[in-house]
């Protein structure tokens, strides 16, 4: 199954749905992208753009609320805080300061920008 994302405007992805790998299927027996485009838009409108399940192309499977960025040629999450910076070759985000690496539970404080250890009643 091939899944497509639709994209507004603003290259925000509103929604992603899964189309039959037959649509995508020149008379070569060859997937192609461009016919997945074209059946989604025949049948629903819109702009749409393939994505990968397992993230083998465009960096990151699509999800509503995404950004496709087609310089990059990937789709980001939003940006879950504003100290957070953009890794170009994951195309995710990156907490500007490691995340200590021992076994214990931490969450992200963004006023102090720093990780905070969760400290859970026993």
């Known amino acids: 199954m091939a899944h497509f994302a639709e994209l507004d405007q603003n290259n925000v992805v509103q929604r992603v749905i ?14 192609q992208e461009a016919l997945g485009q074209a059946f989604c838009t025949q049948l629903l409108g819109g702009n749409w753009v393939q994505t990968s399940y397992n993230a083998s192309f465009r960096k990151n499977y699509a999800g509503a ?4 960025d087609s310089t990059k040629n990937a789709f980001i ?7 957070w910076l953009l890794n170009d070759d994951t195309c995710q ?6 995340q200590p690496s021992d076994d214990k539970k931490y969450q992200w404080d963004e006023p102090s920008t720093s990780w905070v250890e969760l400290v859970i009643p026993q």
């Not at 899964?18 to 997937?31: A, G, I, S």
């Not at 609320?65 to 496709?68: D, K, Q, R």
């Not at 999450?77 to 100290?83: D, Q, R």
């Open 93 to 98: 985000w990156e907490a500007p300061v490691a």
């Open 18 to 31: 899964v189309v039959h790998n037959n649509e995508l299927l020149n008379e070569n027996n060859v997937e």
């Open 65 to 68: 609320g995404f950004t496709y």
């Open 77 to 83: 999450s939003p940006k879950p805080f504003n100290s």
